[in-house]
């Protein structure tokens, strides 16, 4: 068990991470396992930041059960500094929040957006990860966010509007001028067969028409505990520490983990306003032994 001083020297030389959750089609799921991958992070001893990206239908904060008294959008307009507005979650990680409804937020001009990344960037250096959470689709305000980060996992869920739409939301990524990593989570499936077989037929379509295809990171069960875990306003991770969904988003961490050695993901990025999100890493985490 690390003592609350080696936590602290760890987190020193710790090495930050970023990736974000997008998805074609809404109600997939993407907030579900945001949450709940941070949720899985922290448990296994990493500092995670949760940005809330969804700045027209924001509901981190909804589910992780925060009633944050400053948003992001009281950032943007200089109402309070940044760390003002990230609140913390007993167990769980920080979340900076949107403010749900706020139409000028999800329509926020580049410069603006521009000065709210680089106080994100800023503010980040303490952290392991910094999981965005995005809003669904292939508009403006997802994509910006979506092509800036090194690695987008995508979440579908198997209907065909959801696979049909993850595979546009890929195409559009896969065509940026340099394109962050894709990975696959396949949410809210019976079985691990029905995750495996979707992820394939998707990566049919992926090879054939883009030359390409896409490691799956994880599949998450469904189960109606996240639904009851969603009302009672906490993490399924939390809520239900033993249930088929929570063991998937803690597995999907593993993952996550796993690929951030294989691959460094918080290298530089030459693509937009987080291009130096990087930056801000220092070196290698003393964690990355331990899990
Ligand atoms: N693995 C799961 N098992 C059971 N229900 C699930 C699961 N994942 C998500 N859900 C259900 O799907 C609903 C939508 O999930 P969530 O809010 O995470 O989607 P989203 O993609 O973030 O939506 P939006 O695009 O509106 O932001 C939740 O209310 C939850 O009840
Ligand atoms: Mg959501």
């Avoid at 924001?58 to 507005?85: K, R, S």
């Avoid at 920080?94 to 106080?119: F, K, N, P, Y």
């Avoid at 503010?123 to 392991?128: I, L, P, T």
């Avoid at 896409?214 to 009302?231: F, K, P, W």
């Amino acid at each position: 068990m690390e003592t609350k001083e080696q936590r602290s020297e760890a987190t020193v030389s710790r090495q930050l991470r970023c990736l974000a959750i997008g998805s074609g089609k809404g109600g997939v799921g993407k907030t579900v396992v945001s949450v709940g991958l941070s949720v899985a992070l922290v448990e296994m001893g990493y500092r995670v930041l949760l940005f809330d990206a969804d700045l027209g239908l924001a509901n981190v904060d909804l589910q992780i059960g925060i009633d944050p008294v400053f948003t992001l959008q009281d950032v943007v307009y200089g109402e309070c500094p940044l760390e003002q507005a990230v609140a913390s979650v007993p167990g769980g990680p920080d979340i900076l929040a949107a403010s749900s409804g706020a139409r000028e937020m999800a329509t926020m001009s580049e410069s603006r957006r521009d000065i709210l990344v680089d106080d994100l960037i800023k503010f980040s250096a303490g952290y392991d990860f910094l999981i965005i959470d995005t809003e669904a689709g292939i508009g403006a305000g997802a994509i910006a966010f979506l092509q800036a980060m090194p690695q987008v996992n995508v979440v579908v869920a198997n209907e065909p509007t959801s696979v049909m739409d993850a595979y546009s939301l890929i195409k559009i990524l896969f065509g940026q001028p340099v394109p962050p990593e894709i990975r696959l989570v396949v949410n809210s499936v019976k079985t691990e067969d029905e995750g495996l077989r979707l992820a394939a037929r998707l990566n049919e379509a992926t090879k054939r028409f883009m030359g390409r295809t896409i490691e799956t990171a994880g599949i998450v069960l469904y189960d109606s505990v996240v639904g009851d875990a969603i009302r009672a306003r906490r993490s399924v991770v939390q809520f239900s520490p033993q249930s088929a969904p929570a063991l998937c988003l803690r597995h999907l961490a593993q993952s996550i983990v796993s690929s951030s050695k294989a691959r460094d993901f918080g290298k530089p990025m030459k693509r937009s306003a987080f291009g130096n999100i990087a930056s801000v890493g220092q070196g290698d985490s003393h964690l990355e032994g331990q899990v």
